[in-house]
T-cell receptor, first 115, second 116 residues
Framework: AQSVAQPEDQVNVAEGNPLTVKCTYS??????LFWYVQYPNRGLQFLLK??????LVKGSYGFEAEFNKSQTSFHLKKPSALVSDSALYFC?????????????FGKGTTLSVSS | DAGVIQSPRHEVTEMGQEVTLRCKPI?????LFWYRQTMMRGLELLIY????????DSGMPEDRFSAKMPNASFSTLKIQPSEPRDSAVYFC??????????????FGPGTRLTVT
């Protein structure tokens, strides 16, 4: 069975500091991995994805994520946080071998960036 | 592109009434998903379609919920009769399989449903 875990309900960082939002996954084969962001009263917006290739993926708004197969992780990172990054972040996974299946979303992590 | 369009954006109804939520996916997308988001349960996949055919409806909470996709540009999620516990934000999302890779899903703005 596929699953994804976001171990932190909330992450607090100061503006200008680096941020990390954690995500671990479980699939039987190889994963497709995604990060989405949700601002208040809005739908989810795609940030970045890992399909294959370079383990470091760069996405929108200066975010990046590193795929680590041995640790089954796909943590979201940003070198310097902005107050405007405050939002709800979702990690999602799909097993490469499970054609026709939908993404499995984590429970979400609230990122709060203080000025 | 206008993105995924959902209507209405807000719906307030009384318990027992029928509620119909509507979605127009992005043109050319062959997958359509319906999600429900609540504080308690987070984001839940209710059902999804591929080429207008329901593929997995195991997330539909009970028989009061039904979804249809009569054509590639329109889908509905119906709740009949509605109950207060159905209060949530309902999202529609669409994606394309293109060459077979799982392209990212594009979400609509959501419909905030309140059942009193």
């Amino acid at each position: 069975a596929q699953s994804v875990a976001q171990p932190e309900d909330q992450v607090n960082v100061a503006e200008g500091n680096p941020l990390t939002v954690k995500c671990t996954y479980s699939v039987s084969g190889n994963p497709y991995l995604f990060w989405y962001v949700q601002y208040p009263n809005r739908g989810l917006q795609f940030l970045l994805k890992y399909i294959t290739g370079d383990n470091l993926v760069k996405g929108s708004y200066g975010f990046e994520a590193e795929f680590n197969k041995s640790q089954t992780s796909f943590h979201l990172k940003k070198p310097s946080a902005l107050v405007s990054d405050s939002a709800l972040y979702f990690c999602a996974v799909r097993d490469v071998g499970q054609a026709g299946t939908a993404l499995i979303f984590g429970k979400g992590t609230t990122l709060s960036v203080s000025s | 592109d206008a993105g995924v369009i959902q209507s209405p954006r807000h719906e307030v109804t009384e318990m027992g009434q029928e509620v119909t939520l509507r979605c127009k996916p992005i043109s050319g997308h062959d997958y359509l998903f319906w999600y429900r988001q609540t504080m308690m349960r987070g984001l839940e996949l209710l059902i999804y379609f591929n080429n207008n055919v329901p593929i997995d409806d195991s997330g539909m909470p009970e028989d009061r919920f039904s979804a249809k996709m009569p054509n590639a540009s329109f889908s509905t999620l119906k709740i009949q009769p509605s109950e207060p516990r159905d209060s949530a934000v309902y999202f529609c999302a669409s994606s394309t399989s293109g060459t077979g890779l799982p392209y990212e899903q594009y979400f609509g703005p959501g419909t905030r449903l309140t059942v009193t």
